[in-house]
């Protein structure tokens, strides 16, 4: 069985969504963040602080751990379609779903303060959504735009997966 696996910017849903799929088609649910935050004993901004790239390798080496797994739900970090490497390994199994939610209302709920890449403030996230839009949609199988209740993004998501 695929993996589901979803990408999309930070406080675009993926956490949330990646929960609620996981309860509904009973299947286990890995959070990349958390997954590096246990295997490393540190938080992303201890690993953001070393470097950037240095956070990144530790991404992509989650990633290819990751894509060798079978029928589990995948959220990712906002910045996982900047290494083409982690698409691909994470395509190879997985249907790629990309959580496209409006940066207005990505503002109202977010803390821009407690992320490490969003401490210059909320600008930084319009900025970010320019570079990468075109990267979320070259990497996914499946666009959704997540402007309507959790849960009929969740049902609309499992009618797409199949
Ligand atoms: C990042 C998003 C974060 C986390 C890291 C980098 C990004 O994950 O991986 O701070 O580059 O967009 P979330 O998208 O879960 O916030």
């Known amino acids: 069985m695929k993996n589901i696996v979803l ?3 930070m406080g675009c849903g993926k956490t949330t969504i990646s929960q609620l799929l996981g309860e509904k088609l009973k299947r286990e649910v ?3 963040d958390q997954y590096l935050i246990e ?3 540190c938080s992303i901004s201890d690993m953001m602080s070393i470097s950037e790239d240095h956070f990144r390798d530790l991404e992509q080496e989650a990633c290819l751990e990751l894509s060798k797994k079978e029928g589990v739900i995948i959220s990712t970090g ?3 379609i900047k290494r083409q490497e982690n698409i691909d390994a994470l395509k190879k199994n ?3 779903i990309y ?3 409006p940066i207005q209302n990505i503002l109202t709920d977010i803390d821009t303060q407690s992320r490490p890449l969003l401490k210059d403030g909320p600008e ?3 900025q970010l959504d320019k570079e990468r839009r075109q990267l979320y949609m070259n990497a996914c199988d499946i666009h959704i735009i997540n402007d309507q209740s959790l849960e009929m993004i969740v049902n609309l998501i499992i009618s797409k997966v199949g």
């Open 7 to 9: 990408i999309g910017m």
């Open 99 to 101: 959580l496209d939610r």
């Open 30 to 32: 890995i959070d990349i």
């Open 124 to 126: 930084k996230l319009y």
């Open 39 to 41: 295997k490393h004993g």
């Open 78 to 80: 906002g910045g996982v």
């Open 94 to 96: 997985g249907i790629i």
